[in-house]
């Protein structure tokens, strides 16, 4: 069965630094291109951050760039991302996927497996 399990959210302060994690299991991890995804109230879940099954490429949407970092450690079966300089707009759950043999895939369809969620806000 396959689980992911994502860490590390919380309640952080404008300009503050979060670090979520995703525990993988019941899958060949450094098979899978992960992405990081989120979701805030009222609107569609999009993409964050995505990294491929080989460490590379990744892929970062406009408004985390030069802020967040996607890392993945095939040793541990865990990707991360390094959130930096939040902002009140980076509030949502953010939900960890797989996608088998993916290269920093973008589209969630693409993505099989799903983790559950952990919130993110960021108050002002």
């Known amino acids: 069965q396959v689980q992911l399990v994502e860490s590390g959210g919380g309640l952080v302060q404008v300009g503050g630094p979060l670090r979520l994690s995703c525990a993988a299991s019941?899958?060949?991890?450094?098979?899978?291109?992960m992405g990081w995804f989120c979701q805030a109230p009222g609107k569609e879940r999009e993409v964050v951050a995505a990294?491929?099954?080989?460490?590379?490429?990744?892929y970062y949407t406009d408004s985390v760039k030069g802020r967040f970092t996607i890392s993945r450690d095939n040793a541990k079966n865990t990707v991360y991302l390094q959130m930096n300089s939040l902002k009140p707009e980076d509030t949502a759950v953010y939900y960890c996927?797989?996608?088998?043999?993916?290269?920093?895939?973008?589209?969630?369809?693409?993505?099989?497996?799903w983790g559950q969620g952990t919130q993110v806000t960021v108050s002002s």
């Open positions: 990294i491929g099954w080989t460490g590379g490429p990744t």
């Open positions: 996927a797989a996608d088998l043999w993916g290269s920093a895939t973008r589209g969630a369809s693409r993505y099989e497996h």
């Open positions: 019941g899958l060949t991890f450094r098979n899978y291109a």
